[in-house]
């Protein structure tokens, strides 16, 4: 009968599915080719061929002909829509057409001309090293257009040499980028056409303002240097300098840097709501510019204090609300039941620091919990089933980058990670993304859940909020993002309480749970038994309490330190110490730290020094 009932659903099912499919693919790909958008016959083959393209999303037919005219731009479309190759086809469209060809000489691989003719700016050397390897994709066909990418945490002397033998596109950091521009000579730069920001908005949150300034006199292309030049780029003509700002999230901040590098530009993606004034030249400031009388009042492009962001419209968005002494139990709940009931699970966990990250790491590769009928420990299985793996800044650049390419290729396995991914990155398959400690500003909300449902596929994110802290998700409505609870009590129940037999009572709180209960015992007792364990603990513990005292502007109502028990604070990392132990060694390091930043008066990089740490933690 059941068999029956099911067999006959089934075709509504998949009906249902292909619809839902068939919108989908409406909202992200054009009805258009990429050729008809103009762009060269061999370029297109190589997309299509080598990439598996077979049509241009919205964002591409709409950014490319724009792109290829020549005028600069603002692109500003959800996550996962594929403005990395909204970018860079145009681009190469132009250097493969370039006449007359870049020669190889005499076998070796030598380029006639040293210089870098485009460059790409990215806030994170994860996404610094996807932009790349499209690109090495791209150019397969293409020998004579070289690669290459300078980043943070790379050996400097082997950039040099590859900037000196000549890369025709860069991708870059800022910081290095910086460097090599005051400090390699062979760096040539003066033909360069085409500046790229992608992430625009997070390049500016880091606090790279000031730098990002100095490229633009370095490389003269500020708007009052473009003067003289032809106005569209052409492969015969003396070619004019073309600066493009990208991101899901352009919002007010960018405008001073548009204003820096843009002239008269084509805005796509962006409605008229954003295009208002709104920012001061203290907020300019604050952002690491340096604010001239010139530039005192500068001219508004975005605006979007009260704006919607674009998150992709199938993503299922949901929010837990869990009292802070039992979010390790929670957490680890709902990762065990969704590696159990999913066949291939890929999920991603955001936490606010690295030692968060190492601490959890290391607990989730050690812990196991299961009946004392299976009393060899050995034999016992982990708690949570599958492959885990970590990423944050502290890591050396070697494990970074091995263990980012291991989880592209995992079908089933953990991440947890700090924000180092939040951007930009494309893994493929992620199904999951959970914000365990929460983001900050909505942008970076929007970016971290942009890791999943991309380019159509389906996807579901999880915001763990403190009871204290739910005022967030007004906040997050305000950018037009509005999310649904959990089912998190179902989950809890469908957890065996082993040689314990289930009270049917009534429990009147989350934390009387006896899963709860049972669990937080049993992670209590794993992490007191072993000292490397507690350790990290503990330096998770302080870091966390510090990462929350760091919230910025508005959000400082909503995650209040002093609203926190720090009692209930360590049971999260499953310290079954005095709070006031633990807190003792926190106030010291508080205190170290305010002397510490007083010695260096450093009251107005504070907040970028912050900024830069959180994201190469
Ligand atoms: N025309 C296309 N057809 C099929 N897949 C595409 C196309 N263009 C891009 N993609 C794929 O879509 C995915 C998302 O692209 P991309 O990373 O460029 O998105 P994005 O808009 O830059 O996202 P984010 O805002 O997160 O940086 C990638 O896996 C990319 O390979």
């Known amino acids: 009968m059941a068999t029956t009932k099911k067999r006959s659903e089934n075709p509504t099912k998949t009906k249902d599915a292909e ?28 997309l299509r061929d080598r990439m598996g393209f077979e049509a241009p999303t919205l964002v591409q037919a709409q950014a490319i002909p724009v792109i290829l005219s020549g005028r600069h731009v603002l692109v500003n479309a959800a996550t996962g829509t594929g403005k990395t190759i909204a970018y860079l086809a145009p681009i190469i469209h132009h250097l493969q057409g370039k006449q007359p060809r870049i020669q190889r000489s005499d076998g070796t691989f030598a380029l006639v001309y040293l210089l870098v003719l485009a460059l790409v700016l990215v806030p994170t050397r994860e996404l610094c090293m996807q932009v790349y390897e499209i690109l090495q994709k ?3 066909r293409f020998h004579w257009i070289v ?5 943070g945490g790379e050996n400097r002397s082997k950039e040099k040499a590859r900037l000196r033998k000549g890369i025709s ?60 030049k032809e106005s569209a780029v052409s492969c015969n003509s003396e070619p004019q300098r073309q600066n493009l700002l990208l991101s899901a999230t352009l919002n007010e901040k960018v405008n001073h840097l548009a204003k820096l590098s843009l002239e008269n530009p084509v805005m796509i993606g962006l409605d008229d709501k954003k295009i208002q004034p709104t920012l001061s030249s203290e907020d300019f400031e604050s952002l690491g510019f340096d604010v001239n009388d010139e530039l005192e009042q500068p001219d508004k492009l975005i605006s979007s204090s009260i704006a919607d962001f674009r998150v992709p419209s199938q993503l299922v968005q949901r929010y837990v609300k869990v009292p802070c002494g039992s979010r390790l139990v929670v957490l680890l709940s709902i990762l065990k039941h969704l590696f159990e009931s999913g066949p291939s699970q890929k999920i991603v966990v955001f936490f606010s620091t690295c030692d968060a990250v190492d601490f959890h790491y290391s607990l989730l590769s050690e812990f196991k919990l299961s009946p004392n009928t299976q009393p060899e420990e050995e034999l016992r299985p982990l ?23 291991a989880f592209k290729t995992e079908k089933l396995a953990l991440l947890l990670c700090t924000d180092v991914i939040a951007r930009g990155v494309d893994i493929p398959k992620v199904k999951f993304i959970i914000q365990y400690d929460s983001p900050g500003e909505a942008t970076e909300y929007v970016h971290r859940v942009g890791r999943t449902a991309r380019l159509g ?64 015992k049993a992670l209590e007792s794993f992490v007191v038994a072993q000292p490397s364990m507690k350790k990290l603990a503990k330096d998770a513990f302080c870091s966390w309490v510090r990462a929350y005292t760091a919230h910025r502007g508005e959000l400082k109502r909503i995650f209040m330190v002093k609203k926190l028990h720090l009692g209930h604070v360590a049971k999260s990392f499953a310290l079954k110490e005095q709070p006031s132990l633990v807190g003792k060694s926190f106030q010291n390091q508080q205190r170290k730290r305010k002397r510490e930043e007083k010695q260096k008066g450093l009251s107005r990089s504070k907040k970028r020094k912050f900024v830069g740490k959180n994201m190469n933690k």
């Not at 708690?383 to 390419?405: A, C, P, V, W, Y």
């Open 19 to 46: 619809t839902k499919k068939n919108t989908n693919n409406n909202e992200i790909f054009a009805s258009c080719s990429f050729s008809s958008l103009g762009l060269h016959s061999s370029l297109c083959d190589q």
């Open 138 to 140: 791209l150019l397969h």
């Open 147 to 151: 690669p290459g990418y300078i980043m």
């Open 169 to 228: 596109i860069l991708v870059a950091t800022p910081g290095r980028l910086l460097d090599h521009l005051k400090n390699t000579s062979s760096f040539l730069h003066t033909n360069m056409r085409w500046i790229i920001f992608d992430e625009a908005d997070m390049i500016l949150e880091l606090g790279f303002g000031k730098e990002i300034e100095e490229i633009l006199d370095q490389l003269g292309s500020r708007p009052n240097q473009f003067a003289g």
């Open 383 to 405: 708690f949570i089933r599958s492959k885990t793996f970590r990423l944050h800044g502290n890591m050396k650049q070697e494990d970074r980058r091995t263990t980012f390419q």
């Open 457 to 520: 596929e389906r996807g579901e994110a999880l915001l763990f909020l403190q009871p204290v802290e739910m005022d967030y998700l007004k906040d997050l409505e305000k950018h037009g993002e509005s999310l649904t609870e959990y089912p998190l009590l179902k989950v809890l129940d469908s957890f065996p309480l082993y040689d314990q037999k289930r009270h049917v009572k009534k429990f009147l709180t989350l934390d009387l749970h006896p899963w709860v209960l049972a669990l937080q």
